[in-house]
T-cell receptor
Framework: AQRVTQPEKLLSVFKGAPVELKCNYSYSGSPELFWYVQYSRQRLQLLLRHISRESIKGFTADLNKGETSFHLKKPFAQEEDSAMYYCALKGQGGSEKLVFGKGTKLTVNP | ETGVTQSPTHLIKTRGQQVTLRCSSQSGHNTVSWYQQALGQGPQFIFQYYREEENGRGNFPPRFSGLQFPNYSSELNVNALELDDSALYLC?????????????FGPGTRLTVL
């Protein structure tokens, strides 16, 4: 079964502090992992995907197959990073369905 | 370029009724996926349509059905509404099949079943 676990429902940090949002997955095969973000009153949007190996808005995420993790990191959090973050996995079976975790609400305090 | 739009924004129904939600894909996109997001949960995949054909379905009962039209807009129909159907319904369109094609989400329709 495909499953995505985000152990932290809420995460609060101060501006300038490092932040790490955890994501673990269960998947048989080669996974495709994504991070989606939803800012207040905005729609869900793609932040980054592991195949791109890029940094978006200072965020990076490395796929660790041994630990089945895809944690999202940023060395210096900004207030505008406050949002809901969802980790997602692309499922098997020919469809392009995304399997989402329950999300982590990040609050960056001034 | 117009993004994904959904209608209505909100609606309230009673148990046993039927509802139709609508989604207009982003211009040029031929693939649309529907998700249900209950309160405090991540989106859960309902089904996907590619060029008017269903291309995958999640763990939802048959009373959840869909359609995709030649212009690639889409409908989600839910019959015999239950209280647990209360949720935010999201549609997402993508340029084509293939994970390299990003799914663009609409703002959602908030359904309340009383």
């Amino acid at each position: 079964a495909q499953r995505v676990t985000q152990p932290e429902k809420l995460l609060s940090v101060f501006k300038g502090a490092p932040v790490e949002l955890k994501c673990n997955y269960s998947y048989s095969g080669s996974p495709e992992l994504f991070w989606y973000v939803q800012y207040s009153r905005q729609r869900l949007q793609l932040l980054l995907r592991h195949i791109s190996r890029e940094s978006i808005k200072g965020f990076t995420a490395d796929l660790n197959k041994g630990e089945t993790s895809f944690h999202l990191k940023k060395p210096f959090a900004q207030e505008e990073d406050s949002a809901m973050y969802y980790c997602a996995l692309k499922g098997q079976g020919g469809s392009e369905k995304l399997v989402f975790g329950k999300g982590t609400k990040l609050t960056v305090n001034p | 370029e117009t993004g994904v739009t959904q209608s209505p924004t909100h609606l309230i129904k009673t148990r046993g009724q039927q509802v139709t939600l609508r989604c207009s894909s982003q211009s040029g996109h031929n693939t649309v996926s529907w998700y249900q997001q209950a309160l405090g949960q991540g989106p859960q995949f309902i089904f996907q349509y590619y060029r008017e054909e269903e291309n995958g379905r999640g763990n939802f009962p048959p009373r959840f059905s869909g359609l995709q039209f030649p212009n690639y807009s889409s409908e989600l129909n839910v019959n015999a509404l239950e209280l647990d159907d209360s949720a935010l319904y999201l549609c997402a369109s993508s340029l084509d099949l293939g994970s390299r094609n990003e799914q663009f989400f609409g703002p959602g329709t908030r359904l309340t079943v009383l």
